[in-house]
């Protein structure tokens, strides 16, 4: 079966970086697009980035500049870094990878900037 899990969260402080990992176990070369989201408490589960199989990257527009989404098929891994963080980018952040018509979440990593 397909697992997908994120690694790289923790507490940072505004103005600094974290890198988060997706690894894949499985088959994961067919994968269509691969993306993180994000969910803070009390809100909507929200797109960050998503990255195609061709390697075109989509962003939101509170992350363009800043948040960085990459792909390493050969490691079965999918990243993103973030930089510049601000205290309203603490969320959990989740990967989610799309394999023909199936989708695959992983369990997410805890996000937290203090300020």
């Known amino acids: 079966q397909v697992q997908l899990v994120e690694s790289g969260g923790g507490l940072v402080q505004a103005g600094g970086s974290l890198r988060l990992s997706c690894v894949a176990s499985g088959i994961i070369f067919s994968f269509n697009a691969m993306a993180w989201y994000r969910q803070a408490p009390g809100k909507q589960r929200e797109l960050v980035a998503r990255?195609?199989?061709?390697?075109?990257?989509v962003y939101a527009d509170s992350m363009k500049g800043r948040f960085t989404i990459s792909r390493d098929n050969a490691r079965n891994t999918v990243y993103l870094q973030m930089n510049s963080l601000k205290p309203e980018d603490t969320a959990v952040y989740y990967c989610?990878?799309?394999?023909?018509?199936?989708?695959?979440w992983g369990q997410g990593t805890q996000v937290t900037v203090s300020s």
């Open positions: 989610r990878a799309t394999r023909g018509p199936d989708e695959y």
């Open positions: 990255i195609s199989s061709g390697g075109y990257t």
